[in-house]
């Protein structure tokens, strides 16, 4: 009897120094991967950090040098002179209300405090409107816009320039020569669709360019510009406003970024608005 009681009790001791090393081998995977894990948003964080720091300072250097130039030599210049270095200043500057637009937006986005204003606007405009923004006259790149006039849609027409604006903004970069925005009918939505004939994009890299911080280029020696938010922005805002945006290849070469936005009807569409706590937004 006594040396059955042993047998069971060897046996519940080597069990439970089993179970120990399992939970002991179980808990240091979680540890190194939770370090892992800390490890990767440090290098994110600091990647960010890089990318704004990079970003923000270039139109801030050129809007400090422009107006420093235009301070001493005004009274010599001529009228020519200065309004150019007023535009440079002015495009400057909204660029740099775009980063910071674009920095904000999506944390707001993800807690569910960004507004959503939507109103009834005609599509062609805006479309225009954004290529004479990123894509002035003179400029090397072709770019043309294949919308038919009178096209109503219905949503908050400040986040689809944001939208139209990112996706245009990521065809001039990593585009060919030409870039197209065009749109049809598709279903009860309408398809913008911006397309370019650069080299595309490989399979194994759609899911990661919408990514958050994610670029083709890393660390200091970068050649992109951006923070990497453009992408995910544009997605998440489609999808807020009740459409959708993906990637698709474009024939025999480029990208087509393609997005939805509700069609305007007679009799209104519901769309939902979220609150905003914060002032000023």
Not at 3 to 21: D, E, N, Q, R, T
Not at 64 to 79: H, P
Not at 229 to 251: K, S, V
């Amino acid at each position: 009897m006594l040396s059955f009681v042993a047998g069971v009790a060897l046996v519940m001791a080597v069990s439970a120094v089993a179970w120990a090393l399992r939970s002991n081998a179980a808990a240091r995977e979680r540890e190194a991967a939770a370090t892992a894990e800390a490890e990767r948003a440090k290098e994110m964080k600091n990647e960010f950090v890089s990318m704004v720091s990079h970003e923000l300072r270039t139109p801030l250097t050129s809007i400090a040098g422009f107006a420093e130039a235009l301070k001493e030599s005004w009274r010599t210049s001529s009228e020519s002179e200065v309004d150019e270095f007023l535009d440079i200043i002015r495009s400057q500057a909204r660029h740099l209300h775009e980063l910071v637009e674009d920095i904000l937006v999506l944390p707001r986005l993800q807690a569910g405090r960004l507004p959503l204003r939507p109103e009834e606007f005609e599509l062609v405009p805006l479309a225009h409107e954004v290529v004479s923004l990123v894509n002035p006259p003179g400029s090397k790149r072709e770019s043309s816009v294949a919308i038919p006039g009178g096209v109503m849609v219905y949503a908050d027409r400040r986040r689809v320039v944001q939208v139209l604006r990112n996706l245009y903004e990521n065809a001039m970069k990593y585009g060919g020569d030409q870039v197209l925005i065009e749109g049809s009918p598709y279903g009860h939505r309408y398809l913008v669709v911006v397309s370019d004939n650069g080299p595309g994009i490989q399979d194994d890299d759609v899911d990661r360019v919408f990514g958050r911080f994610e670029q083709r280029s890393k660390g200091d020696a970068r050649s992109d510009q951006g923070i990497g938010l453009g992408l995910p922005i544009a997605l998440q805002l489609t999808q807020a406003m009740g459409g959708d945006l993906w990637y698709e290849h474009r024939f025999p070469t480029g990208s087509r970024f393609c997005f939805t936005v509700r069609l305007a009807t007679p009799a209104g569409v519901e769309f939902e608005e979220v609150e905003e706590p914060i002032a000023n937004a």
